[in-house]
């Protein structure tokens, strides 16, 4: 099956499965989640008791997530995963029954919506690390994006059609469907081929055993640097720079003037920008920490433009690429927490992976909510960006630390590249002109009398009483009353500054050209000094001269 890089990871059977059936039962998901929001808005007029419902369902993530991560490493996922997909199915049909009869009313609905947000909190992790074996790592990162895109065109096709349904026929048949998708899913773990599925690496030395439990997981994560601080990252960018349900809504509804039809366009808007946000993170080969901390800076640049955006057009302008950027940090976090850490702790982590992105949306929304209140949704945007871009870069740079400096390995891999040739050039020939420190006097006089002396005048160098051509002078002279200085090989010596001959008194300056080495060369080893480069690690010394040169 031939296909691009984008979709990499469909080249594997038991991903394309398991895509495929992931699709529906994310349609069939969203579709629940309006129905739910619709039922109580219904019943009781209250944005408020609609919200309390979003906070049960999440809940549970927060307590039951690390469990949910220890099971995942000690317990065959398949027999769990079904388990998990029939519950899920009862609760949906235990609320098309509430719907259609009223049995249970608003109680019913929010102990159902407990169940769900503890079921969901236990396979999470479980399902994570399950799906990671479906691709090689190779294809991790491409698989991870490419969910990232099936959830968001599973939401914005599931938002859809729910609206019409709901509007329709009410939110019964919602909960219908969304019980009948779950029967994919399990369709699709009885479909997967277990001798096509890719076992994770070995264990290293360092790694908790893997039944060490909940507090093995702790541990772990507290020997790994690097991951806590893209966790942490991930926390104050999904706190502060993408709660965008609460920002958008208080801009529409305040400095905007867009009333609730802006902030639907506002919502759609922020949705296809997830979508493209998936299709560029599954168009790279490699999701490194560059990658998350560049998508992190252009998130907080952004949301300080939104902040000031004037209308919806340019908010909306502002935002689509915004949640591109939120899509792509998502999943660089999601890859580099499972491609950095051991397999036989990759449930913990996704756990701890969960854990943060609920504490963020649990304490950002609220934060946000009241700085928009209080301070003004334009100024929120803004002081969040500014927040956010901080902590991006704070991040990049204990990154860098971390990973030994990464950066300026890379940099000195630019500079010694072709393109940096011109600046190699300036930087041998500053070495050339600048004099060392401690090199004296003496040295530069001796060189300045070498560079100064007619071509083909012999002079020697320590012996007395030698008679020397008439005109050379007083420099001359100086250069053989005083020694020589001593040219290392492989060195480059010293020269002062203005000493060249033709150079404009007070230039400053050598005369760093082939008529420079002309002076210094004689006829015999000129041609094989021409011919001769030097390196930016390793300098020949230009004025290296053939053996029986009288110049040397």
């Known amino acids: 099956m031939a296909l691009g890089a984008t979709f990499a990871a469909l080249r594997h059977r038991n991903y394309r499965i398991w895509a495929a059936a992931g699709f529906v039962s994310v349609i069939g998901t969203w579709m629940q989640v309006l129905g739910v929001n619709w039922y109580v808005l219904a019943e009781t007029g209250s944005a408020t008791s609609m919200g309390f419902t979003v906070l049960l369902q999440a809940l549970p993530t927060l307590v039951l997530s690390v469990w949910g991560g220890a099971?995942?490493?000690?317990?065959?996922?398949?027999?769990?995963?079904?388990?998990?997909?029939?519950?899920?199915?009862?609760?949906?049909?235990?609320?098309?029954?509430?719907?259609?009869?009223?049995?249970?009313?608003?109680?019913?609905?929010?102990?159902?919506?407990?169940?769900?947000?503890?079921?969901?909190?236990?396979?999470?992790?479980?399902?994570?690390?399950?799906?990671?074996?479906?691709?090689?790592?190779?294809?991790?990162?491409?698989?991870?994006?490419?969910?990232?895109?099936?959830?968001?065109?599973?939401?914005?096709?599931?938002?859809?059609?729910?609206?019409?349904?709901?509007?329709?026929?009410?939110?019964?048949?919602?909960?219908?469907?969304?019980?009948?998708?779950?029967?994919?899913?399990?369709?699709?773990?009885?479909?997967?081929?277990?001798?096509?599925?890719?076992?994770?690496?070995?264990?290293?030395?360092?790694?908790?055993?893997?039944?060490?439990?909940?507090?093995?997981?702790?541990?772990?994560?507290?020997g790994q640097p690097v991951v806590l601080v893209a966790l942490a990252l991930s926390f104050v960018l999904g706190s502060l720079g993408r709660n965008y349900q609460v920002t958008m809504a208080a801009m529409s509804d305040g400095p905007l003037h867009g009333g609730a039809s802006g902030y639907?366009?506002?919502?759609?808007?922020?949705?296809?920008?997830?979508?493209?946000?998936?299709?560029?993170?599954?168009?790279?080969?490699?999701?490194?920490?560059?990658?998350?901390?560049?998508?992190?800076?252009?998130?907080?640049?952004?949301?300080?433009?939104?902040?000031l955006a004037p209308g919806t057009l340019s908010f909306a302008a502002v935002i689509l690429p915004v949640a591109a950027a939120a899509v792509v940090i998502d999943t660089t976090v999601g890859a580099r927490?499972?491609?950095?850490?051991?397999?036989?702790?990759?449930?913990?982590?996704?756990?701890?992976?969960?854990?943060?992105?609920?504490?963020?949306?649990?304490?950002?929304?609220?934060?946000?909510?009241?700085?928009?209140?209080?301070?003004?949704?334009?100024q929120t945007l803004v002081l969040a960006g500014v927040v956010t871009a901080v902590a991006t870069a704070a991040a990049g740079v204990t990154l860098d630390r971390l990973r030994e400096r990464r950066l300026r390995h890379r940099l000195t891999l630019v500079l010694a590249g072709p393109a940096a040739r011109p600046v190699r050039r300036v930087a041998v020939t500053a070495a050339r002109v600048v004099r060392p420190a401690g090199a004296g006097l003496v040295a530069a006089t001796a060189t300045a009398a070498r560079v100064v002396r007619p071509a083909g005048a012999v002079v020697a160098n320590s012996a007395p009483g030698v008679v020397r051509p008439a005109g050379v002078g007083l420099v001359a002279a100086t250069a053989v009353a005083l020694p020589r200085p001593a040219v290392?090989?492989?060195?480059?010596?010293?020269?002062?500054?203005?000493?060249?001959?033709?150079?404009?008194?007070?230039?400053?300056?050598?005369?760093s050209s082939r008529a420079a080495r002309a002076v210094q060369d004689c006829a015999a080893c000129a041609p094989r000094r021409g011919r001769r480069r030097s390196r930016w690690t390793s300098l020949r010394s230009p004025f290296a001269h053939r053996d029986g040169c009288p110049a040397a």
């Open 488 to 511: 290392l090989a492989g060195g480059s010596p010293v020269a002062l500054p203005g000493a060249a001959t033709g150079a404009r008194p007070g230039a400053g300056r050598l005369r």
């Open 264 to 307: 639907g366009f506002l919502s759609t808007v922020f949705a296809v920008g997830t979508v493209l946000g998936a299709l560029f993170a599954a168009r790279r080969a490699d999701l490194g920490y560059a990658v998350l901390v560049g998508a992190g800076l252009l998130a907080s640049g952004l949301q300080i433009v939104a902040g």
């Open 337 to 378: 927490a499972q491609l950095d850490t051991d397999y036989a702790m990759r449930g913990r982590v996704l756990a701890a992976l969960a854990v943060t992105g609920s504490v963020s949306a649990a304490v950002g929304a609220p934060l946000l909510g009241w700085l928009a209140e209080h301070a003004g949704p334009r």
């Open 71 to 222: 099971l995942a490493d000690r317990v065959p996922a398949k027999p769990l995963l079904i388990g998990a997909q029939a519950a899920h199915a009862l609760l949906a049909a235990g609320l098309a029954v509430v719907a259609v009869t009223g049995t249970g009313g608003l109680p019913a609905i929010y102990a159902i919506s407990l169940a769900t947000g503890a079921v969901s909190a236990i396979e999470g992790p479980v399902m994570g690390r399950w799906a990671s074996t479906l691709v090689d790592r190779e294809s991790l990162g491409n698989a991870l994006a490419l969910g990232s895109l099936t959830n968001s065109a599973g939401r914005i096709l599931g938002m859809s059609l729910g609206a019409v349904v709901v509007a329709a026929v009410g939110p019964a048949l919602l909960f219908a469907v969304n019980a009948a998708s779950f029967v994919a899913v399990v369709v699709a773990l009885f479909a997967v081929r277990e001798g096509e599925r890719h076992a994770g690496a070995a264990a290293s030395a360092d790694a908790a055993p893997a039944d060490g439990g909940i507090r093995a997981g702790f541990r772990y994560l507290l």
